[in-house]
């Protein structure tokens, strides 16, 4: 066995993830850089890179934007800087919707370009028969059921599901077909809690709630969101930090530094001659 394959082998896995319904909570959050990625590949089970990645990262209003490319970048960084977590890549807005053949290329591509462990598709009616194919010919794929946001354009907008009768039959019906093509885990979004709840108990497989319910087999949440990164943010979430804050008060300091021309100081600068260790350190003359 080759030391790359024992690398790959010691993050978690399908099977790992599958045998976690019912068990200990997945504690799950996006991930789009290799620094962001190390700091949580310790606490987290799943890092989901999350075609999120579009609105947080690159100022996009809506995930539709996102491509294929996109999604690859930032899933190799991903994958360098996480040794344990499995890694997921979202399939973007395109992608999967047309024939099987271009669905399974496409992933295909992500697997093999990222050497992430599973790809993510909105379980749109539609597309189920593209996740069996992907199934069927050795592509991981988890679901994702409730609020779609890829389907912003035909929804009108982002808005919490299920709390209608026509509309819970539809979710579950969704989360069915999901199933039944073979996703070896299901994200909810967004959806009243009643209904997360009686989807996790129906489903043989994980589920991951946002904006969904305690009940879930998991959870997880946009990390900027969790980090506080922005002004505001979904009801759901709640922030474990205040990055907004801190980040803009490190900034302010370091430009009152800049213009005081406190900055860069002794420490920060190079000089023209090396000193000897322990010697005083001393400005060398200019001319």
């Known amino acids: 066995m080759s030391a790359h394959a024992s690398t790959a082998e010691s993050r978690i896995s399908v099977r790992d993830i599958r045998l976690r319904k019912g068990q200990d909570p997945l504690v799950c959050l996006t991930a789009y850089t290799a620094p962001m990625a190390g700091l949580m590949d310790p606490f987290c089970d799943i890092l989901l890179v999350g075609d999120s990645?579009?609105?947080?990262?690159?100022?996009?209003?809506?995930?539709?934007?996102?491509?294929?490319d996109m999604m690859i970048l930032h899933g190799q960084a991903v994958m360098r800087g996480s040794r344990r977590a499995m890694v997921v890549v979202d399939m973007p807005f395109g992608s999967c919707e047309g024939a099987p053949e271009v669905a399974f290329a496409n992933a295909v591509r992500v697997l093999q370009e990222t050497g992430a462990q599973a790809v993510k598709i909105e379980s749109a009616p539609a597309v189920?028969?593209?996740i069996r194919y992907l199934v069927e010919r050795g592509v991981p794929v988890m679901g994702h059921v409730g609020l779609r946001p890829q389907a912003v354009l035909v929804e009108g907008g982002f808005r919490a599901r299920?709390?209608?009768?026509?509309?819970?039959?539809?979710?579950?019906?969704?989360?069915?077909?999901?199933?039944?093509?073979?996703?070896?885990?299901?994200?909810?979004?967004?959806?009243?809690?009643?209904?997360?709840?009686?989807?996790?108990a129906q489903c043989p497989v994980p589920t991951i709630g946002i904006g969904a319910s305690a009940a879930c087999d998991g959870q997880i949440l946009?990390?900027?969101?969790?980090?506080?990164?922005?002004?505001?943010?979904?009801?759901?979430?709640?922030?474990?930090?205040?990055?907004?804050?801190?980040?803009?008060?490190?900034?302010?300091?370091?430009?009152?530094?800049?213009?005081?021309?406190?900055?860069?100081?002794h420490g920060e600068t190079y000089f023209s001659t090396r000193r000897k260790a322990g010697a005083p350190l001393v400005d060398i003359p200019a001319g």
Not at 54 to 68: A, E, I, Y
Not at 181 to 187: D, E, H, P, S, T
Not at 250 to 257: F, L, W
Request: net charge negative.
């Open 222 to 265: 946009v990390t900027e969101d969790m980090l506080g990164l922005f002004e505001s943010s979904p009801r759901f979430v709640r922030r474990y930090g205040d990055l907004r804050g801190l980040v803009a008060s490190a900034v302010e300091r370091y430009a009152n530094d800049v213009s005081a021309r406190r900055f860069p100081g």
């Open 128 to 130: 189920i028969p593209n």
């Open 53 to 68: 990645v579009g609105m947080v990262v690159h100022g996009l209003p809506s995930t539709v934007g996102v491509t294929l």
């Open 162 to 200: 299920g709390r209608e009768a026509e509309e819970r039959s539809q979710i579950l019906a969704e989360m069915q077909g999901a199933v039944e093509a073979g996703v070896f885990a299901l994200v909810i979004e967004g959806v009243a809690e009643s209904l997360a709840t009686e989807l996790t």
